[in-house]
């Protein structure tokens, strides 16, 4: 067993790093103040000028697209990235550690899933109208899934629907929690609903790509998340009313929505659980410090046993998230999504339930500070605890787990059952 990273790797982790002290860390203060100024301003879904000088910066410096896997890369014509998961994921839990610092790499969600769902699913036209401009960072997207009428952890109950008339598809559906919808500079749904009625049930869904400006999307409010609305990114609820796009917008065909669902998702759960782990390691970093630089009844609170224990405890915890989500990237390079399904399920459910736990005991050393804004924890808890929802809720992860163990001892199966996979 090899843990270490390929001299590759360890070269872009320093460039990575090296970026986040010179640049993205000193930002964080003009960050804020630039957000409150524009919200004091009625402004706060604008994009924030700090962050568009520092995406000049991290391209000039060929940090751009890093998470462009290496086939997407070549569909793309090699507009960054041709990193494998392993080789990307610990470049995402550097970037992690500021919750707005992925954007900067044009490395942020949805676009990430939106730019490989659009290259490996999208046809030519689509990718010269859609891809290229994402690439480039001069548009946003949002990924139109989560609906407020069903239970949308089931991918198969969304009900938004897509009905084809002559040369043209009508949408009609209502969503929620579109993640980026709010930002001007969206400019284009992937937008998943049922086409066919009656078809099995895993061929019920398409996608097809939706102008942001097409007639008929209602955007009704940004949802806040916690207290916090999330600007400028933000999610909305929406309705699409009679929204009509050309045929040639579906991707990949009618009744391949679930497929391409499950091809999306799967990348991304590396990503987020890899920046999970970034959160998590910044938590513990201010909570030793702030422990280190505390006095409560004549001595430290990192002096306290119960402080020494929550720090051990988190460092074993982080550490043993990461050696998860390392082994699932790895084996999704050389085996596939398929293959690597249990351990992209079970990083999801470790992953935020680990960065929730580090971050709720980083929040209690620091006190009254943890639950205010002075200090990035509480916005950190409330990004962390979302992520136990998105890209699928805990539950639906640990049934997927708990299946595929039992499948492995069934009666007809027990002299051939072997561990999925093996180091």
């Not at 610092?101 to 942020?108: L, R």
């Not at 679930?258 to 091809?263: K, L, P, R, T, V």
Request: charge should be neutral.
């Amino acid at each position: 067993m090899d843990f270490d990273y390929s001299a590759k790797t360890k070269a872009l982790q320093k460039r990575v790093s090296d970026f986040m002290d010179e640049h993205i860390f000193p930002a964080e203060a003009e960050y804020a103040a630039e957000l409150a100024a524009n919200t004091a301003a009625g402004k706060r879904w604008s994009a924030l000028q700090v962050i568009e000088k520092l995406k000049v910066k991290a391209r000039e410096q060929d940090l751009w697209n890093l998470f462009l896997p290496n086939d997407t890369a070549e569909i793309a014509k090699k507009k960054g990235g041709g990193l494998t998961n392993m080789e990307y994921a610990p470049l995402a839990e550097l970037m992690g550690r500021v919750g707005w610092a992925s954007e900067v790499f044009n490395c942020s969600a949805p676009d990430t899933g939106n730019m490989e769902t659009i290259a490996r699913y999208g046809s030519d036209e689509h990718r010269d109208k859609w891809l290229q401009p994402l690439l480039d960072g001069k548009i946003r997207s949002a990924f139109a899934m989560t609906e407020p009428e069903v239970a949308s952890s089931d991918a198969t109950n969304i009900c938004t629907r897509i009905e084809r008339q002559g040369d043209e598809y009508v949408i009609n559906g209502h969503k929620w929690w579109i993640s980026g919808a709010a930002d001007p500079r969206c400019q284009i749904f992937i937008t998943m609903g049922k086409s066919d009625p009656e078809a099995a049930k895993h061929s019920q869904q398409s996608m097809v790509l939706v102008p942001a400006d097409a007639k008929g999307i209602r955007i009704v409010r940004p949802l806040n998340v916690m207290g916090y609305d999330d600007a400028p990114h933000g999610h909305v609820e929406m309705y699409f009313e009679n929204v009509r796009v050309p045929v040639s917008n579906i991707l990949l065909g009618e009744g391949r929505g679930f497929e391409i669902a499950q091809g999306r998702l799967g990348p991304g759960r590396i990503h987020h659980c890899m920046r999970l782990i970034g959160l998590a390691e910044r938590a513990l970093e201010l909570m030793c410090r702030r422990a280190s630089s505390r006095v409560a009844f004549g001595k430290t609170v990192a002096s306290q046993t119960v402080t020494q224990e929550r720090i051990a405890e988190a460092r074993c915890k982080i550490d043993m998230a990461r050696l998860l989500t390392l082994k699932a990237a790895w084996l999704m390079d050389i085996a596939g999504n398929k293959v690597a399904r249990s351990e992209i399920a079970m990083i999801k459910v470790v992953a935020p339930s680990m960065a929730c736990q580090v971050i709720d005991w980083a929040m209690q050393v620091h006190g009254g500070g943890g639950m205010c804004d002075d200090f990035p924890l509480a916005y950190a808890y409330a990004q962390a605890r979302t992520l136990r929802f998105a890209d699928g809720p805990d539950e639906v992860h640990r049934n997927a787990i708990a299946k595929w163990e039992l499948g492995k001892y069934a009666a007809d199966k027990r002299e051939e059952a072997s561990p999925v996979t093996r180091f």
